[in-house]
């Protein structure tokens, strides 16, 4: 079964700096999708970025990139300029047909932006 | 367009009654799939429906079912409730089932939070 882990509980960073939020998976699978995703307070799960597996190029959505090494099995979350709106929940979630079709999420990581 | 509904937003139950939980998808949107988040366990799946048939199951007790209606909306029902069912319910639609990473992920509504005493 595939797991995601989600090493660091919280995290925290000064407003207008960077931080990187650390994902590591375990599957056996060549051909699948990683996302994070927000949850601020309103609860609400917030897609920020995918990655296809087959793809080499890293994602990038404006200030949100990511780092994927698919031999290392592990999807980092670079978020750059934080701002206030950025503190929330942040989930690895993990996707695949071997994984039923369905997302499995790490823990998440708290993150707190300091103004 | 309008999101993923949920109702209702919070919802206190006793041990022991049953509860039923709502989801309305994005309009054209036609699999719902239903995720538990609590502290302990964190984000786990539930089931997903598409066109009014249960695709996919999650290791939960019978205790949790769900359906889906014509129009795609879903509910789910949870019987003989637990004190450790309190969670936040939340559900995702995507357009086609297994399909949520090919059309923009999953949207998720903003969830019900069941609390069991």
């Known amino acids: 079964a595939q797991t995601v882990t989600q090493s660091q509980p919280e995290m925290s960073v000064q407003e207008a700096e960077t931080v990187t939020l650390s994902c590591t998976y375990d599957t056996s699978e060549s051909d699948y999708y990683l996302f994070w995703y927000k949850q601020p307070p309103s609860r609400q799960m917030i897609l920020v970025i995918r990655?296809?597996?087959?793809?080499?190029q890293n994602a990038t959505e404006n200030r949100f990139s990511v780092n994927f090494q698919k031999a290392a099995k592990s999807f980092s979350l670079k978020i750059s300029d934080s701002q206030l709106g950025d503190a929330a929940m942040y989930f690895c979630?993990?996707?695949?047909?071997?994984?039923?079709?369905?997302?499995?999420f790490g823990g998440g990581t708290r993150l707190m932006v300091k103004p | 367009k309008a999101g993923v509904t949920q109702t209702p937003r919070y919802l206190i139950k006793t041990r022991g009654q049953q509860v039923t939980l709502s989801c309305s998808p994005i309009s054209g949107h036609r699999s719902v799939s239903w995720y538990q988040q609590t502290p302990g366990q964190g984000l786990q799946f539930l089931f997903e429906y598409f066109s009014e048939t249960q695709r996919n199951k999650g290791n939960f007790p019978g205790r949790f079912s769900g359906r889906q209606f014509s129009n795609s909306r879903s509910e789910m029902n949870v019987s003989t409730l637990e004190l450790g069912d309190s969670a936040l319910y939340l559900c995702a639609s995507s357009f086609l089932p297994g399909q949520g990473s090919f059309n923009g992920g999953y949207t998720f509504g903003s969830g019900t939070r069941l609390t069991v005493v």
């Open positions: 990655q296809e597996a087959y793809k080499q």
């Open positions: 979630a993990y996707y695949g047909a071997g994984a039923g079709n369905m997302l499995t």
